[in-house]
């Protein structure tokens, strides 16, 4: 066995090992626990690091063996599994540390990090699966393992939401499983290829397939939050902060676009969907959702209820960018999968900080939180305009990209929902801003803690910090190489014969 | 070559940079004494790199290109002037409540106002429009007052509509242009299908900052409540910066466009009267000079209206409302500066005082041999009726009168509530120092400074002796009205 086929599995392997190593800790152990956090994250991002050299060197790399006849097990890097690994293996890092803080002296960390690791383990092999079978393989094991974090507080109200989320995901799960099946049934199994399969498939195939769309389209944005699936999403928030953050920015709700974008670039081809007439529809769902998650958003007095359905509306920008068929729009949508996760994760960090350095929870009692929390303070502003799509920030590079390509193709209307979605999230997120810098703190924390001379944990403070920086970074350097932009292009360019 | 592409981005990354000094609370004092340092490289780079300056920065956005041209020279110095004399004023001014806070907002407005004049391609420049827009806001509402928050609001919600306005125009014309640099932008929309919506949201968008009528009602409530040294930035550079948006971006000289030049005249019509007539009802002096803006961008929207209608012109125009721009930014804030100036005890003092504080306000409404004179007699020569063949071309010597009395009735409204709201004492040194540059930057300095060529008054200081009396007869007007006004209230 070759390096380039040992790869995907080493990448793949460091968080599963990692998982079973934390559970099987002491639960005292808490500085080897943390070691070994770090260091398999650390590991795991050395070895991604590796793969996206590779790819953009136009390396191969993959792995593949049979399960069944018929039915194989395929863990592949190309350039689009690359973005999404990437994301997940640097903000994996990120949120262990966060998490590290965070739980500092809580019950059954041990359970935790290993749930943790194992649901990271799901985002690498969703990343990295090379056909639909091996993609739902660890679809369904990142429901099985998000939900002992959903729960962890293990409080009526987190297991309740934890049901729900439960309930949810595996029906969702299970369509997604039924239009594989059915898929599998009529063309055998595919993987994933540039282009997709289906260019000149035979007429009387389209009314099979467009429902076997409709049913993956349906099973994928469950997690994606596709309104009316989106559900779950909102309750999910009672999760503690780290695990919202990763489940906001990362892994669920991304694993169900990442799924979008396989299904409809890779086994369908954007040519064939467009035809098919798939996209249209798809394309005024992901509108609804980008309105109807903002408008939902600015009725929300719980923070991260707030942030909750803002990811809503957000994600659906990753599927609206896709079925703007041209290179532009696709790319615009595919950045969008890097820009929304880190701006997002920052924004779910910071309100963590509030909720564990002061006692806030709600929007109202920010007030003056700007001078006792500046830090924090800083790197939430950032995110809020990020996601309101001001420049210089990464929201701004997607909206700017998404635009720019959905008028390339004639498609007017984005523009007007892009605008309006902007408005709403200035409308949303301006007012916080307002409370955080300029408005008197008028009552005393309701549960303030001491760090000492920082103004929160330094394992708590960092992580926003560094996001915040990313996100300011991807959106100015996004004409060199290597950017969330540029990676995006070389995909479109890579992958999409458009 | 080299020297100077670093000067364009040392005027960008020294503000940047000083932010580091907002790092620890206990560097606030220094940072206060920082500000006026933050400038001076742009500054610098507006009065001696030649106007085909240039620095690329390919990895910047989608592809940086910074640089400057005979029009954003005139701005920089501009930009930069008025930024420097605000800054050493506000060392004097602020308190040191939230100082810190205030430091970091003055920055990173002065950053963007700043990057917007240099930028060059249509990502820089919105970005650094925006972060002028949203940092502005924190000098607007700093006071924190019930009244400021309500501008604010104003302010905010008008700034990111117009942001959205701006936003779709620019993406427009760059999907038209094919390229995302400015200096495309203007051939392309001229050639564009849709070429009236993208006019219409470039202008609609740029006009809330540079205070179009009907989008102008955030201005008169938040240049007077942001502290004294931002009011004179908000009304002297930022509301240029609309005004700059236009001029990049529209197709001047490319196409004729009556229609347009017809709309924008009766804009800039209704807003330099009707500025005017809302603004002498007011008793603070702030709101009043806050409408004398809109009034004096009416004038100058009236200019770029002209130059809209007839393509042949739009060169020549552009050197006058450069020219304009300023005298207008350097007597606007030297005007505002004052409002907090404190008079001496003596009477001689007093009296030097008010005169220097009037002399700027005479130059805005055209006092011979101020910088108003220059910018007036160089604005009525080329808005001749017959250079321009649009419907509302006869009537723009009448306007630009009617400008010119309304600019003084302003000014002398705003003497007199200046005289009720102001008291004696002293002025801390830095408050003499900033108003002082200010004003004599007006005065005196404007003469100087590097004026845009095509813009040559002809042997002048003997032409303003021939047309001296089409100068004065609009002071002399409503100063006649003042004094009966004045009268009319006493007697009641």
Not at chain 2, 220 to 244: D, E, F, N
Not at chain 2, 327 to 343: C, P, Q, R, V, W
Request: hydrophobic share 55%; with cysteine.
């Amino acid at each position: 066995m070759n390096l380039s086929v040992l790869m995907p599995v080493f990448a793949l392997m460091t968080s599963l090992l990692a998982s079973v190593v934390l559970f099987a800790l002491p639960e005292k152990g808490h500085r080897l626990r943390t070691i070994i956090n770090l260091a398999a994250a650390i590991l795991k991002i050395a070895l991604v690091g590796v793969m996206i050299w590779g790819v953009a060197q136009g390396c191969k790399y993959e792995a593949a063996f049979t399960m069944l006849p018929g039915v194989e097990f395929v863990l592949r890097a190309d350039a689009l599994s690359m973005l999404f690994a990437g994301l997940s293996a640097l903000l994996w890092l990120l949120t262990t540390i966060y998490a590290v803080g965070y739980l500092e002296d809580s019950p059954n960390r041990s359970r935790f990090f290993g749930f943790f690791s194992l649901c990271v383990a799901s985002t690498m092999g969703i990343a990295l699966a090379g056909n639909l079978f091996t993609f739902f393989l660890f679809y369904e094991m990142l429901t099985l393992s998000t939900y002992p974090l959903v729960v962890h507080r293990g409080t009526t109200k987190a297991l309740r939401a934890g049901r729900n989320y439960i309930i949810y995901t595996l029906t969702g799960g299970a369509v997604l499983l039924f239009a594989i099946a059915w898929l599998h049934g009529l063309v055998g199994d595919l993987r994933f290829q540039e282009g997709g399969y289906f260019s000149d498939i035979a007429p009387s195939m389209r009314g099979p397939l467009a429902i076997i769309f409709v049913l993956m389209m349906v099973g994928l944005g469950v997690k994606a939050a596709l309104v009316p699936f989106h559900g779950w999403l909102p309750q999910a928030m009672v999760a503690p902060a780290p695990v919202s953050a990763l489940l906001h920015a990362v892994a669920v709700v991304k694993a169900g676009a990442f799924g979008i974008i396989r299904v409809v670039f890779e086994i369908y081809g954007l040519e064939a969907a467009k035809d098919m007439g798939l996209l249209a529809g798809l394309s005024v769902v992901a509108a609804f959702t980008i309105i109807y998650g903002s408008t939902r958003a600015l009725y929300q007095v719980d923070l991260k209820r707030r942030l909750a359905f803002s990811t809503v509306s957000q994600v659906s920008y990753i599927v609206l960018g896709l079925c703007l068929l041209g290179p532009v729009g696709v790319a615009g949508g595919l950045v969008h999968l890097v820009h929304q996760g880190i701006m997002k994760i920052t924004l779910f960090f910071c309100a963590g900080n509030y909720a564990e350095t002061l006692g806030v929870h709600r929007i109202d009692e920010l007030d003056g939180a700007g001078k006792r929390m500046p830090g924090t303070s800083v790197a939430f502003t950032l995110g809020a305009f990020g996601m309101i799509g001001a420049p210089p920030l990464a929201g701004f590079i997607t909206k700017w990209t998404m635009g720019s390509g959905a008028l390339a193709v004639g498609m007017d209307w984005v523009v007007a929902v892009l605008v309006i979605s902007s408005l709403l999230n200035a409308a949303y997120f301006l007012p916080i801003l307002h409370r955080l810098w300029f408005a008197e703190q008028c009552e005393p924390w309701p549960h303030e803690r001491r760090w000492g001379r920082l103004e929160t944990s330094a394992w708590l403070l960092w992580p926003p910090l560094i996001t915040a920086a990313l996100m300011l970074v991807a959106g100015l350097i996004a004409n060199l190489p290597f950017s969330p932009l540029s990676w995006a292009e070389l995909i479109v360019a890579r992958e999409v014969a458009l | 070559m080299f020297a100077s592409n670093l000067l364009l981005l040392l005027a960008i990354i020294l503000p940047l940079a000083s932010l580091l000094l907002a790092l620890r609370p206990d560097w606030q004092q220094a940072y206060r004494y920082c500000l006026p340092v933050l400038p001076l490289p742009a500054l610098l780079a507006g009065l001696t790199l030649g106007p085909d300056a240039s620095l690329e920065l390919p990895g910047l956005l989608l592809g940086g290109l910074w640089g400057l041209n005979e029009l954003r020279q005139v701005f920089l110095v501009l930009t930069a002037t008025l930024w420097l004399a605000a800054g050493v004023f506000a060392v004097g001014y602020l308190k040191v409540h939230y100082l810190r806070r205030f430091c970091v907002f003055w920055t990173l407005t002065l950053a963007g106002n700043l990057g917007l004049v240099i930028a060059q391609d249509v990502a820089s420049f919105y970005s650094f429009f925006a972060l002028m827009t949203f940092a502005g806001y924190g000098l607007v509402v700093h006071e924190g007052s019930k009244e400021a928050n309500r501008a604010g609001r104003v302010y905010l919600a008008m700034a990111v509509a117009g942001e959205m306005a701006i936003l779709t125009g620019l993406l427009m014309a760059v999907q038209q242009a094919d390229s995302g640099l400015l200096a495309d932008l203007p051939a392309a929309v001229a050639q564009a299908d849709r070429r009236w919506l993208i006019m219409f949201l470039l202008l609609a968008g740029f006009g809330v900052k540079a205070g179009l009528p009907l989008l102008h009602f955030w201005l008169p409530l938040a240049h007077p409540v942001a502290p004294t040294p931002a009011s004179a930035v908000l009304s002297g550079a930022m509301i240029k910066a609309g005004l700059l948006g236009w001029l990049v971006t529209l197709p001047f000289g490319e196409v004729s466009l009556p229609g347009w030049g017809n709309v924008l005249v009766i804009l800039g019509a209704v807003g330099s009267l009707g500025g005017a007539v809302l603004g002498v009802r007011h008793r603070r002096p702030k709101a009043v000079l806050a409408y004398s803006s809109i009034s004096q961008m009416g004038l100058m929207t009236l200019m770029v209206g002209a130059a809209l209608a007839n393509a042949e012109y739009a060169g020549p125009l552009f050197a006058v409302i450069g020219l304009y721009v300023l005298h207008h930014g350097l007597a606007k804030g030297s005007l505002f500066l004052s409002t907090a100036m404190a008079l001496p005890a003596g009477r001689s003092g007093q009296w030097l005082l008010w005169v220097l504080v009037a002399l700027p306000g005479l130059s805005l409404s055209g006092l011979p041999y101020t910088s108003g004179a220059a910018s007036k007699l160089a604005m009525k020569e080329l808005l001749k009726p017959e250079n321009f063949e649009f419907a509302l071309a006869p009537y723009l010597p009448a306007l630009m009168s009617a400008g010119a009395v309304a600019t003084m009735l302003l000014v002398w409204r705003f003497l007199w509530v200046q005289r009720t709201a102001v008291g004696t004492g002293n002025n801390p040194v830095f408050m003499w120092l900033g108003w002082g540059l200010a004003t004599i930057s007006s005065l005196v300095l404007f003469w100087f400074l590097p004026w845009p060529r095509e813009a040559s008054v002809p042997g002048w200081p003997g032409s303003m002796v021939h047309s001296a009396w089409s100068l004065v007869w609009p002071i002399l007007l409503a100063t006649i009205i003042s004094a009966v006004a004045w009268r009319s209230v006493k007697q009641r």
